[in-house]
């Protein structure tokens, strides 16, 4: 026999039956599909499809049948399928009615990948700040919190809703959650641009205490872009951080952070923590030196600084752009 070649090696995608047109059976069919390993893997996009069609049939009559299936299906695929067939249909996807049926299952649920999937249909949805919050503070699994965050982080990507009470949730978890990985998530799309003061603090708080060099250097990235108002501040919070910092790493973002809050005006502060670490001396002379050129766009300092590094074979280190995108020039 001859062997098998890449592309007959993949696993089949089976497609539910044509004759199987109702919700119950379709989902009974994924089911059993899941249950036995004899015939394929089931075709999940068109199983959606197939749901999305019956819905279309009767949105408004439908969308309750589905949501009931929902709430007794404990399968994170099927679950996934059940609520994109519903996101999906314009009659409903968005309706309060099926938006508060989602946010009971998100808040009282016993099945946490229920939870978490209400969460995920939930995600860009206005008016759930508080909701998403207190799930994030409260669900006793680590999983669902992250949903939770990454839901409070679309408010603040997309600048929707209320970003601001949303960063401030978010600043809120990342200094209190007990699991390093949502403290993290929660630090992925804030910047100190979008807090008050007293959260700005606690932001830098995070920088100065949390066990996870990686916390550490998301906060740091985070209070590297403040408004041009609060540049000073900022820099004194990094400057006082990098101190005390003990990881390389760490510091190395610090002083990215620096550079990026004062730009020309991170001159003195690149002077006085020239000698703190002498390992990163290569790196404070190059932003010096950018600086007296005049460069003030971040983007720009950044691929002046890779070339500086290129040119010496230094390993270039990726890091990522402040979450707000390009800073305001100052």
Request: glycine letters at 6%.
């Amino acid at each position: 026999m001859d062997e098998e070649t890449e592309g007959e090696a993949e696993i089949r995608r089976i497609a539910p039956p044509k004759e199987l047109k109702k919700a119950r059976d379709i989902v009974a069919w994924l089911r059993k599909m899941f249950e036995s390993e004899e015939h394929g893997e089931p075709d999940l996009k068109e199983a959606r499809n197939r749901l999305s069609a019956y819905l279309a049939e009767d949105p408004e009559g439908r969308v309750q049948e589905l949501i009931g299936i929902f709430r007794e299906e404990s399968d994170a695929d099927i679950l996934k399928v059940l609520s994109g067939a519903i996101l999906r249909n314009q009659v409903v996807g968005s309706d309060p009615g099926v938006l508060k049926s989602f946010l009971e299952i998100a808040q009282g649920d016993a099945d946490e990948f229920r939870r978490s999937e209400a969460l995920h249909f939930l995600t860009g949805a206005d008016g759930f700040v508080n909701e998403f919050a207190r799930i994030a503070g409260a669900d006793a699994s680590p999983e669902v919190r992250a949903y939770a965050v990454e839901a409070l982080n679309r408010y603040v990507e997309t600048r929707t809703g209320d970003p601001a009470a949303a960063a401030a949730a978010l600043v809120g978890i990342a200094g209190s959650d007990a699991d390093p990985v949502v403290r993290e998530e929660a630090l992925k799309r804030i910047t100190a641009r979008d807090l008050s003061e007293s959260d700005r603090d606690r932001l830098a708080a995070i920088l100065q205490n949390d066990a996870s060099l990686d916390i550490r250097r998301r906060a740091a990235r985070a209070l590297g872009d403040p408004l041009p108002k609060d540049s000073k501040w900022a820099m004194d919070r990094l400057e006082q951080a990098y101190a005390g910092e003990s990881e390389l790493k760490v510091r190395r973002t610090i002083l990215d952070g620096l550079v990026n809050a004062g730009r020309e005006n991170a001159l003195a502060a690149l002077q006085r923590v020239a000698a703190v670490e002498p390992k990163l001396a290569d790196d404070v002379r190059d932003y010096q030196e950018i600086l007296a050129t005049g460069a003030i766009d971040w983007s720009r300092i950044k691929e002046m600084k890779k070339e500086r590094e290129a040119g010496r074979n230094q390993p270039v280190e990726e890091t990522e752009e402040p979450p707000s995108g390009e800073p305001d020039e100052q």
